[in-house]
């Protein structure tokens, strides 16, 4: 089911993470945490969906008149590798082109808070970005934000799956909402402008 981009049609947003308490600060959960912060920002509360295992919440993006745009906002609630399924029955249920669906993740390979986004691409051994990819094909819009890399001999598994150190911590909220802010200035503005304003 691929369609193309449409100025009327809903976008999907999906932040990427592992359900449940234990996950809450785990790097590999920074897709959720951004995603909370723009359900606050639209004055929303993530509720289980009744169409896919996920949790969402529906709002707009922009200010009132030609520029807002309707978004769903999304929390697969099948862990990071089953992402897929959930957010294929959400782009389904809502009408959404694939064009008008970000994936918020982390990303091992940029070094910590540096935000990249694009559209498109391979999912360089990222769970959630595979099971996405093999579900909807590649043309979705990924906003990227940086982990960094394990230290020393520490295992990917084992480092996406810690929580962020305290010293991450003290950026942690500013990165957050600076991630926000891209995904918002992607959705209302567009690609171009989102990459020259954030991708550091």
Known sequence: MQMTSDANAPWLIAGLGNPGPGYAMNRHNVGFMVADLLAE??????KRSGKAQAQ??????????????RVVLAKPMSYMNLSGGPLTAL???YKVPTANIVAIHDELDIDYGTLRLKL???????NGLKSMTKAMGSDYHRVR?????PPGRMQVADFVLKDFSS?????LDYLVDRAADAVECLVTEGL????SAYNS
Request: charged fraction near 30%.
């Open 145 to 149: 934000f940086g982990i960094g890399r």
């Open 41 to 46: 920002r639209m004055g929303g509360t993530f």
């Open 120 to 126: 498109g691409g391979g999912d360089n051994g990222h």
């Open 91 to 93: 782009r389904d249920f």
């Open 192 to 195: 171009e402008r989102a990459q």
């Open 56 to 69: 969402v919440v529906e709002g707009r993006f922009g200010s009132p008149g030609p520029a807002s745009r």
């Open 167 to 171: 010293a991450e911590r003290k950026e």
